[in-house]
């Protein structure tokens, strides 16, 4: 019936999400903390989710939360004793410091662009940035580990006499159809 094929879907797509989390963290021996989706905001201004992990599971602000195999979707900006929200990378207040898998491994700040696009910034001009190149943490941010992948240079936009350029980033996930995360904590 189609109760059963929806649960079954829902279950099949969430045991997928959890053995991609899996094989990160068989990788890396972070403390963290898996938690489902339970809201998303409505507010065109902000980009941020709820969860349903909090204080009592020690997830506190600023703590870095990623997807799939390590990817980086937010930081923990609110928490409560149950629950926390999550601001999205592409939210107009995120800003992450992030390297470049280029020649030069590139520096630069990735920002949200009020929840439409993630862009890499202070990029210096003279640098080589192809379509394709991923974008990681840099772990020069607070309380960010290195190397989470964030996602893959889609454009770049050069400005004649600027010195910095700027790169469009496709994030790594649909930071649209998230439902487990998982929080890295400090505990």
Do not use: C, W
């Amino acid at each position: 019936n189609q109760i059963d094929a929806a649960r079954l879907a829902l279950i099949t797509r969430e045991n997928a999400e959890l053995r991609e989390q899996l094989l990160f963290f068989d990788k890396n021996t972070s403390a963290h903390v898996g938690a489902n989706v339970i809201g998303k905001s409505v507010d065109p201004l902000s980009n941020t989710i709820l969860i349903d992990k909090g204080e009592q599971d020690y997830v506190v602000v600023n703590d870095p939360v990623v997807a799939a195999e390590g990817v980086l979707i937010g930081r923990i900006t609110m928490v409560q004793e149950k629950q926390a929200t999550v601001r999205l990378i592409n939210d107009n207040q995120s800003k992450v410091g992030a390297t470049l898998i280029n020649r030069e491994r590139s520096i630069g700040l990735v920002e949200g662009g009020f929840g439409i696009s993630v862009q890499m910034t202070f990029i210096p001009q003279n640098e080589s940035v192809t379509i394709g190149d991923l974008v990681v943490t840099s772990g020069l941010s607070d309380d960010m580990p290195r190397g989470l992948l964030i996602g893959t240079v889609e454009s770049v936009e050069k400005q004649p006499y600027q010195p910095f350029q700027m790169a469009i980033i496709s994030p790594a996930v649909d930071l649209d159809r998230l439902l487990i995360v998982s929080v890295l904590t400090r505990e």
